[in-house]
């Protein structure tokens, strides 16, 4: 787990709990369809997985 990834919110938080929305600020989404480059940490994978119907995550190498 040396890369970074690419997640992008493809679905809106329109009657999401707080705690989604809560998730999905603290990986730094802010629209629809707005990607952010994430290293690639069991913190970040633990956040993603909890709104994972939400978002969509892609590997994007090693940055070395």
Not at 19 to 28: C, I, Q, S, T
Not at 39 to 61: A, H, Q, S
């Amino acid at each position: 787990m040396s890369g970074e990834l690419l997640i992008t919110l493809v679905k809106g938080l329109s009657g999401r709990t707080a705690y989604h929305r809560k998730v999905v600020r603290g990986l730094g989404l802010t629209r629809l369809n707005r990607p952010v480059v994430r290293k690639d940490t069991p913190e970040i994978r633990g956040m993603v997985e909890k709104v994972k119907f939400l978002v969509r995550m892609e590997e994007v190498g090693d940055t070395k």
